[in-house]
Each structure stands twice: as structure tokens, then as C-alpha cells.
Nanobody, 115 residues
Framework: QVQLVESGGGLVQAGGSLRLSCKAS????????MGWYRQSPGKQRELVAV???????NYADSVKGRFTISRDIASNTVDLQMNSLKPEDTAVYYC?????????WGQGTQVTVSS
């Protein structure tokens, strides 16, 4: 069992920045991958960024060059730095832990970008 606690969402103007943080209840190196997903009303949950156990990161095309995923193994946290935010980035953002053929999810944090 893994608990994930997210923080850092909020309201920001277009062009602004936010940093999301996800703290896991166990060693994040035990995950095959950890990532951030988002879901907007009426849309399916989509991958935003993921970092594998080896530390390689991948991003959705829509956020490349603007978002950066990082991890702190000592504190079992995975962060998402979001810069140059756009109104279309508005969504609930979820932290994900993939391990042992299971997906664990955080409770989600709202990000709202005003135009």
C-alpha cells in the first residue's frame, strides 16, 4: 500500500508558475515510475509527466519546455514545476505511483489558470 499526498495547487494568471509536490509513504525507488496526470471536466485523465526508476523523465507534448518533473529520493517526493502556464492547463492534477502491477493515486490538487 502506498499513500500519496499532493500539495501546491491553486489559482494563477496565465504566464505564471506553480510547483506541485507529491510525498509518498514509501521509498519512491520501489516504484517502476512516478508521474503526474491531469483531468479536466469532461475529459479523460491524461499523462503530464513521468519519471522512471532510472531517473529518465518524459513529458506530454503539450507541456514540453514548460513543465519539469523532479524527485528527491531522500524525502520520497516528486515535484512538478509548471512555468508559462496557460488556461488550458487548468485541471485537477494527480500524483501516480506505479509498482507491483498496481497504480496508486493521490487525492488530486486543483490548478486553475486564468486568462
Amino acid at each position: 500500500q502506498v499513500q500519496l499526498v499532493e500539495s501546491g495547487g491553486g489559482l494563477v494568471q496565465a504566464g505564471g508558475s506553480l510547483r506541485l509536490s507529491c510525498k509518498a509513504s514509501r521509498n519512491i525507488l520501489s516504484a517502476n515510475a512516478m508521474g503526474w496526470y491531469r483531468q479536466s471536466p469532461g475529459k479523460q485523465r491524461e499523462l503530464v509527466a513521468v519519471i522512471g526508476s532510472g531517473g529518465i523523465a518524459n513529458y506530454a507534448d503539450s507541456v514540453k519546455g514548460r513543465f519539469t518533473i523532479s524527485r528527491d529520493i531522500a524525502s520520497n517526493t516528486v515535484d512538478l514545476q509548471m512555468n508559462s502556464l496557460k488556461p488550458e492547463d487548468t485541471a485537477v492534477y494527480y500524483c501516480n505511483f506505479k509498482g507491483w502491477s498496481l497504480d496508486y493515486w493521490g487525492q488530486g490538487t486543483q490548478v486553475t489558470v486564468s486568462s
